[in-house]
Nanobody
């Protein structure tokens, strides 16, 4: 399995921006579709964004569409999530996850690998 490590989380004011990174280990990274998932405190884990293996296709949840952008640099084995116009309801632990095919699922069973998560806190 590809191994994933998220970074870039932190505390930001509402309306601000953060960029999350997910560094992957393994030469098979280029074959995986990559997702970002999140789990707000006291709530269920939910899908955020997905990108195909070559970056040609992207998908976003309704709650982040127009504010977040997912991208990848296969030469660097890294996936990014640019988060703009952040809202307090974006507060969550954010995870990156790898799958052989594109998915909008939130269950771990759908994915081949996922990271440890990075905390994002948005203050009002």
């Amino acid at each position: 399995q590809v191994q994933l490590v998220e970074s870039g989380g932190g505390l930001v004011q509402a309306g601000g921006s953060l960029r999350l990174s997910c560094a992957a280990s393994g030469r098979t990274f280029v074959t995986y579709a990559m997702n970002w998932l999140r789990q707000p405190p006291g709530k269920e884990r939910e899908f955020v964004a997905a990108i195909s293996w070559n970056g040609g296709s992207t998908y976003y949840s309704d709650s982040v569409r127009g504010r977040f952008t997912i991208s990848r640099d296969n030469a660097k084995n890294t996936v990014y999530l640019q988060m703009n116009s952040l809202k307090p309801e974006d507060t969550a632990v954010y995870y990156c996850a790898a799958a052989k095919t594109m998915s909008r699922a939130s269950a771990w069973a759908v994915y081949d690998s996922w990271g440890q998560g990075t905390q994002v806190t948005v203050s009002s």
